[in-house]
């Protein structure tokens, strides 16, 4: 059953000002400890090693995807736009606040290490033995199954998915304006109460109004420098490629009976590789760096090394290189292997679209991908067809192709490798 909330509750933020709650259900999924471990994990990751205000959590982003989608619908309600399925204000305000349940500690990085997907753990939460479950069965049996399938984009209603996931959703709306308040940068800053009135369903899409077309510009530009000032920021790929090698050495230990000194349940789940819906649930960012502190003590000196870089952030240099083949690095991991280094760990080539953050791309046929401006005379139009600015930064790659290594390790082997070679390491930053 579904009930309003006796007494509006309110949470201050410092993104929104405040983010209110007038349903009983998303109050108690909120209150829920899956959803509570949200604050155990940040939200930008590794970032915090590069701004150390990014410490911003997964529950304050999910509360603020929460708000903006119900500012949208509220909006569309007062504005009484027939194209709005009112039925489905609880489902899309469900989705919204879990959409990122399934998130594990550093997300990208132990997802491409144990091949894992956070949407897939999203839905198994959702769907699994969980409180969340409890209190989403109570609105219906079949609507935990609903709110999975808006979160993996197979609900039979698009505008539902178009609201929860678009190039102009909540969630990208959310994240821009929070990573950029919690970054310090000044990129971020769109004039959000603007975009939500430009907004309205038009059959079964969220279409923005022609008259709103500068403010998405607006947004559109800042998400591009975010991309380049923040989320593809070199110095975080180098804490990210850390952390990506510390899982990959911990994994590769795991399996060849190392004896750790330190070893925490569900940890040899994770490595395992099929951890229960309630194991992964008990992993989080602060077990995570328990072990990585802890395991600076173990005898494995590849894993204490990689694990002191990353606790007392003492990260890989870098330096760009154009296009490397091949060829070359085929060369490279011999001539560090001649120098008494192991070139799986003291060396990674980096190009930042390997990125899992999208950019907006005007072409692509996905109706889901784009923003679509409508006009007066009711016709519907792709922005980069009407727009100069976003048709000039749409497609964009500016990616540079950046070589991470250990610094003090290849200072002291540099005489020894071919001089094409250690011509690449010199001039780091
Ligand atoms: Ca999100």
Known sequence: MHLPIREEKVFKDPVHNYIHVQDDIIWRLINTPEFQRLRRIRQLGTSFLTF??????????????????????????????????????????????LHDLGHGPFSHSIEETFHMNHEDWTCRIILGDTCVNEILQEVDSDFPAKVASVIDKTYKKPIVINLVTSPLD?????????????????????????ILRMLRPYRDRIV??????????????????????????????????????????????????YA????????????????????????????????????????????????????HRRLYKYVEIDNIDMETIDRIRLAFQEAGLNPK??????????????VFHSGSPESNKQILLLDRHERVREISEVSDIVRSISGIHRGRYLLYFPEEKIMDVLHTLPIDIADMFRQSE
């Open 170 to 194: 909540a969630d990208r709306m959310d994240y821009l304006l929070r990573d950029a308040y919690y970054t310090g940068v000044n990129y971020g800053t769109i004039d959000i109460d603007r």
């Open 208 to 257: 923005v109004k022609e008259s709103g077309m500068h403010a998405v510009e607006d947004y559109l530009m800042s998400r591009y420098q975010m991309y380049w000032q923040v989320y593809f920021h070199p110095v975080t790929r180098s804490s990210e490629i850390i952390l990506r090698k510390i899982f990959k050495r911990a994994k590769e230990l795991y399996h060849g009976g």
């Open 345 to 358: 760990y003291d060396f990674e080539i980096d190009y930042p679209t390997d990125l899992p953050y999208d």
């Open 52 to 97: 150390h205000g990014a410490e911003h959590s997964r529950f304050s982003h999910s509360l603020g995807v929460y708000e903006i989608t119900r500012r949208i619908i509220s909006q569309f309600e007062r504005s009484g736009y027939s194209d709005w399925p009112k039925e489905e204000r609880l489902l899309t305000l469900c989705a919204a606040l």
């Open 260 to 311: 750790f000194k330190f070893m925490v349940d569900p940890l040899p789940a994770l490595f395992d590789g099929n951890p229960t819906v309630s194991q992964y649930l008990r992993l989080d960012e602060a077990l995570i760096q328990t072990s990585f502190l802890q395991w600076t003590m173990e005898a494995d000196e590849i894993l204490s090394d990689l694990c002191g870089r990353f606790m």
